[in-house]
């Protein structure tokens, strides 16, 4: 019996690894993050697989679960959306697995930020503009580190990765406009590759309006950096040298 930690991707559900669907289809258990991940996915469990929604179970509810699965020495796919080892508050689980003394195995996803950049047709690493990635979040119920707030990660001014805090999207552009200036682009991609898939695309300065005449108030990732200019210079990668 084991527990695999299983990564859905962004929505689209030919977006998860061949791995992770051969699990699911043959998982008898499955714990699943609610609205997340999409329902298409279950589908391809057992006809008979129990089935349980994350966002309605706390740990001490999961653990439950995972119990009654390895009494029955069944495996238990416990999928997340994306890629499970961002917020995915996975390591309190395999903590609890490790005191039950039940094997686990992490399967990694497609985590939303690459998707966004996917349908955004953007490299989120471009020559002569940057070469870092901060993926980071505003604080919410979970603290943010002091030394981790958005307002010392910008001063490098990399690529922005911001995740759950699309709530927060004008205290996002007020600090970010020292750094970045208010020309510097902007995108809010919600529910990247999702049908209902929304792309909002502007200056920094309009970001926070845009956002609102959408009426984007979850589900969204926000990116932020000058790579989205599209100017850069020619990778020494692929170079006649």
Known sequence: MKVYFIGAG???PELITVRGLKIIQRSEYCIYAGS???????????????????????????????????????????????????YGAIQEQMLALDKLGIAYEVI????????????????????????TIVITR????????????????ATATPT?????SIDKIEEIVTTLLPH?????????????TWPDQKIVCTKLSD????????????????????????EFKRSVLYSQR
């Open 10 to 12: 962004p929505g689209d």
């Open 36 to 86: 997340l991940v999409n329902p298409e996915l279950l589908k391809s469990l057992p006809a008979h697989a129990k089935v349980y929604d994350s966002s309605r179970m706390s740990l001490e509810d999961m653990v439950i679960v995972y119990k009654e699965a390895m009494e029955c020495n069944l495996d238990v796919a416990r999928i997340h959306s994306g890629d499970p080892s961002i």
């Open 108 to 131: 990694p996803g497609v985590s939303s930020f690459v998707a966004a950049a996917a349908v955004l047709r953007q490299e989120l690493t471009l020559p002569g503009v940057t070469q």
């Open 138 to 153: 505003m604080e919410g119920k979970t603290p943010i580190p002091e030394k981790e707030h958005l307002s010392v990660l």
């Open 160 to 164: 922005l990765c911001i995740f759950l």
């Open 180 to 192: 970045y200036g208010k020309d510097c682009p902007a995108a809010v991609v919600y529910k990247a």
């Open 207 to 230: 970001i926070a309006k845009e956002v609102k005449r959408e009426a984007i108030k979850k589900s969204a990732l926000i990116i932020v950096g000058w790579m989205l200019g599209k």
